[in-house]
């Protein structure tokens, strides 16, 4: 089943905008670091973004200053702002929550990579 949705992916021209959301379909006590990946056709899978629970945030060399990662927990959300967007995004973008913590009753039971199923980002040069 899926664990995570992603969406807002699409076609855009070089330059452009997109922004990507994550979404958790159940109520996540505690989400921890919230990130983003990604994966070019006969590339390997790459962290592009971070963020942890006290919004402290990461990116990769070839985003910084065009990418931002953003959270709302109480929305069960992981925003991915995009802009002046290149040919080489082009890639299916993941969100990764990489722990969890869910709660049963009182307790709270923790579960680790929870992933999306990925939406398609193409820039066009």
């Known amino acids: 089943q899926v664990q995570l949705v992603e969406s807002g992916g699409g076609s855009v021209q070089a330059g452009g905008s997109l922004t990507l959301s994550c979404v958790a379909p159940?109520?996540?006590?505690?989400?921890?670091?919230g990130t983003w990946y990604r994966q070019a056709p006969g590339k390997e899978r790459e962290l592009v973004a971070s963020i942890t629970s006290d919004r402290s945030t990461n990116y990769a060399d070839f985003v910084k200053g065009r990418f931002t990662i953003s959270r709302d927990d109480s929305k069960n959300t992981v925003w991915l702002q995009m802009s002046g967007l290149k040919f080489e995004d082009t890639a299916v973008y993941y969100c990764?929550?990489?722990?969890?913590?869910?709660?049963?009753?009182?307790?709270?039971?923790?579960?680790?990579?929870?992933w999306g199923q990925g939406t398609q980002v193409t820039v066009s040069p």
């Open positions: 990764n929550l990489p722990k969890i913590g869910l709660r049963y009753g009182d307790t709270i039971r923790y579960e680790y990579d929870y």
């Open positions: 159940i109520s996540i006590y505690d989400i921890g670091t």
